[in-house]
């Protein structure tokens, strides 16, 4: 029988990703401000570090109870996450209090993204990983290009306060769409001790290395823009600073509709090392052409990679997984993305100190990392033609 892919499931699936994206990303243009405001300014690249490090240190624990209790009941504690959360928000107003909730905000993508990925490759044909992948990320990003924009424009018009409230909201109706969805996971075991009882082996998967030390360097990138960008919107001229957000999740949402097909017909080394030189290329127009149209085109250029790179590097990680710990293979990933991210995050942070000349040094630096990623994937690339011809 032919697996279907465009399924009821796939589309409610898709439906919540979006919903839960563009609930924490509506927050972050707004957050850099919101921590001066009551004190904070010298812990701006804490707001993303701390989400990403406690992303990643629930990613083992997510990726097992992705294997054993199932992909749905993972998917709705990260989205319960970011319900409570915007809750806490204006309730925990000082700076420690805001500090100690992004520690606990990062639980949420630390579950719900590992077992949303699983859920994807269960119900989608092999053939096809990198399409599903791609339009499931379409969605996901749809979340992040509107949440920033209409995060911006509520604070505006309203209030942070009820920028975190409507936070809740989204987060809120994403659950309610989980509640709908049939579990994939067939060899289902009850919660206790024992599900999240964590060993070395459940950490990391390292047959999915590549594809995810290459994700870790090209997301540096991302942890550096998401601490910088806001601060340089302003800098220039943009109102809204949530601007640059929505013109690379534009473009990235364009190129989704053919990427992951792509990957899925030429390879998905290939795709990757495309996506990775587009991704140096957007940062050196934002760094070295410090102006609004820098920023702009840079955004749109940085968009397409991170539509090239995300499904690619996706599918990699599945092609590479053990379809027995595929929760395990997506969580090494995560964890992968979110030190990049985190890294990326902390050294622009602690670099920056309010210093906008420092903001285009670091974003070059952030394409130096890439460049790394690129150099890495070429020599894997090779040495997996040599061992080819060798065995030929």
Not at 178 to 188: M, Q
Not at 222 to 243: A, F, M, Q, R, V
Not at 298 to 303: C, L, V
């Amino acid at each position: 029988m032919v697996q279907k892919l465009y399924t009821l499931n796939f589309w409610l699936l898709c439906s919540s990703s979006l919903l839960f994206s563009a609930s924490f990303n509506m927050l972050i243009p707004e957050l850099p401000s919101y921590l001066s405001s009551i004190g904070g300014a010298e812990y701006k690249g804490l707001i993303i570090a701390l989400f990403t490090l406690t992303a990643g240190i629930s990613r083992p624990f997510s990726g097992k109870l992705t294997d054993t209790v199932g992909r749905v009941p993972v998917m709705a504690i990260g989205s319960g996450v970011c319900f409570i959360c915007g809750f806490l928000y204006p309730i925990l107003s000082s700076v420690s209090g805001f500090l100690f909730l992004r520690l606990l905000h990062g639980f949420s993508t630390g579950f719900k993204p590992t077992a949303t990925a699983a859920y994807v490759a269960d119900i989608a044909p092999p053939s096809r990983w990198g399409e599903a992948l791609g339009i499931h990320g379409l969605f996901f990003s749809t979340g992040m290009a509107v949440g920033p924009a209409i995060g911006s424009a509520i604070t505006a018009s309203y209030s942070i306060n009820i920028l975190f409230y409507s936070s809740s909201l989204l987060a809120f109706l994403s659950i309610g769409i989980l509640l709908n969805l049939r579990e994939t996971l067939t060899i289902k075991q009850r919660f206790s001790t024992q599900t999240i009882k964590i060993t070395k082996s459940d950490i990391i998967d390292l047959q999915v290395f590549p594809a995810a030390f290459v994700t870790l360097l090209s997301y540096f990138a991302y942890g550096t823009i998401l601490t910088l960008i806001p601060d340089w919107s302003e800098h220039i001229g943009i109102k809204n600073k949530g601007l640059f957000f929505m013109v690379f999740t534009i473009s990235s949402l364009l190129v989704r509709f053919v990427a992951g097909k792509t990957s899925d017909k030429y390879g998905r080394t290939a795709v990757i090392q495309i996506g990775l030189i587009i991704l140096i290329i957007s940062l050196l127009i934002v760094g070295l052409f410090q102006s609004l149209y820098g920023l702009l085109v840079g955004s749109f250029i940085y968009g397409i990679a991170t539509g090239l790179l995300s499904p690619a590097t996706n599918a990699w990680t599945v092609d590479l997984s053990d379809p027995a710990h595929r929760g395990k293979a997506m969580a090494t990933m995560y964890i992968a993305l979110e030190v990049g991210i985190g890294f990326g995050a902390l050294i622009s942070g602690w670099l920056y100190q309010d210093r906008l000349i420092m903001i285009p040094r670091l974003i070059l630096l952030a394409a130096a990392i890439a460049a790394i990623a690129l150099l890495y994937i070429i020599i894997k690339q090779q040495n997996i033609i040599d061992q080819e011809e060798t065995a030929c």
